[in-house]
């Protein structure tokens, strides 16, 4: 069973994303409108996120936020209420291996695609947070601070973060020295200090 959605603290409670550009695209004949959100491009090691979801027209779940809003605690509470509410969503993942390899905005890019092929629909359009169309083909729609602005963004940041945190969860269990279970991959003390004493884990980006 589902957990019940999180009290919102005071602070989040008038910030509420909206679905007002999947509207304008719905009644301009858009049919699939997707929204995405990355997460891991800043972190050390781990793969790099990309979560993508189509929203129902019909049906609202309130509650949701930019996942950096968010705690660990109310993300996880709203991963299964947005997962049962979207129409699809997927997630697709860069290895660590890969973002080394092509650098990271390609490992974006082939993390997008995985994310939009695993949806089993074929989008109209694609919103984006941010000023980087990392999609291409014509079909991408950026808007700066999108994860907060808009529902289907904030949406898919959540399915992303909650899905990448809970693979480095389990990655910390095969590398205990490097803390991931509470750092995540990403850069702060205990993780330098770690990185110092012995070296990059078989995960840790080069």
């Known amino acids: 069973m589902a957990a019940t959605a999180p009290m919102l603290r005071k602070a989040l409670q008038r910030q509420s994303p909206s679905l007002s550009r999947e509207r304008e695209l719905w009644d301009a004949g858009h049919e699939v409108v997707v929204g995405m959100d990355e997460v891991g491009r800043g972190a050390w090691a781990g793969p790099l996120t990309l979560g ?5 027209r019909d049906r609202r779940v309130y509650k949701v936020r930019d996942s950096k ?11 299964d209420r947005i997962a049962g509410w979207c129409t699809t969503w997927a997630v697709g993942h860069a290895t660590h291996e890969e973002c080394d390899d092509l650098g990271m905005s390609e490992a974006q890019r082939l993390a997008a695609r995985r994310a939009l092929e695993g949806l089993g629909l074929r989008p109209d359009r694609v919103l984006l947070d941010g000023k980087w169309d990392f ?8 808007i700066v601070r999108g994860d907060s602005r808009c529902l289907s963004i904030a949406a ?13 969860q389990v990655e910390a269990e095969h590398y205990p020295w490097w803390w991931f279970d509470q750092n995540k991959g990403y850069p702060c003390p ?3 200090a ?3 004493g012995w070296g990059p884990s078989a995960i840790h980006r080069r």
């Open 52 to 56: 993508a979801v189509v929203l129902p």
């Open 69 to 79: 809003q968010l705690t660990a605690q109310e993300r996880e509470s709203l991963f």
């Open 135 to 142: 999609v291409g083909g014509g079909i991408a729609q950026r």
């Open 156 to 168: 898919a940041s959540i399915l992303a973060k909650v899905t990448r945190d809970r693979i480095m």
């Open 190 to 192: 205990r993780h330098k």
């Open 194 to 196: 770690a990185l110092r």
